[in-house]
């Protein structure tokens, strides 16, 4: 079950915001904490160290957090507004020119519509090199995942996204409704993701839970529809290393009690481990994992 701030009650949850201000730790929304951005960088040393703490804890305790002053308002909506305009102003047969052609599409499209998954989305690799769809003209999105999913009157219930883990440092994420989006917690419980106006929302992926020898852990998250009445959009948006660049452990968290537990792979190699494409970027965090010694 989700935990919404209902059930921890309004009441309870205000007062735990404030204890929680006055101790100059962080806020909770839903149970996700929240990051302010612009106190990483203050010139206030303490302020900044602080907060670092609190970046930290979030990172170990939750493994996802909502970022506040880090984006402006109008970048989040002049972004959701290309998307919702590249589903919009084309048609199906104009997206369908980026159906999978091979391994080296830098823009792909997908339409999937069966038990597991109800979704379309763009898939767009922007590094090194910048791609974007030429239609509509006014498209400017930069990135990652376009994601549509359709309204649930019809599929109530239904998945619109499975469960999964996403490769990378970490992932992005915006949306135009909330609702849809769950984490599952530390605790076993799926917490639904409402990300607070000004906010975005980020989740550690699978290669800082590799880096950091598992300290911090890619959560397993999914997409359910019967939230929303109306079709929702988001773009998740994910931040890895450069694809040459082996990740395994790294030294400061391993000793005698922590050996490492999971193989270093080049990111490249370790996105096509399963077989997919780069820009399939699909989870091998499994397969990476080292046999349990007894
Ligand atoms: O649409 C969402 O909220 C999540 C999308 C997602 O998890 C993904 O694209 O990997
Ligand atoms: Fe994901």
Known sequence: MAHSVGMLGQECFDLKKKAIAHL????FMDEIPT???SLLFSKDHNERAKSLEHLGKACQEF???YLINGVEERVVEGALKGISDFFELTNQEERSGYLKKNSMDRIRWCLRSHAGENREHLK???HPVYHCPSKPDRCKIRRATFNLYPPSLQSKGSIGLAEHTDPGFFVSLIQDVNGGLQMLSHKGNWITVNIPRNSIFISIGDHLEILTNGNYKSHIHQVILDNNEVKRISMATLHGPSLDTFVAPALGFIDESHPPTYRGMTYKESLELNGF???DVQSSLIQLRMPLSL
Do not use: K, R
Not at 24 to 27: A, L, R
């Open 277 to 279: 494409d780069e820009i």
């Open 124 to 126: 767009i690799v922007t």
């Open 63 to 65: 493994g996802f957090f």
């Open 24 to 27: 100059h730790d962080y806020s």
């Open 35 to 37: 990051i302010d951005y």
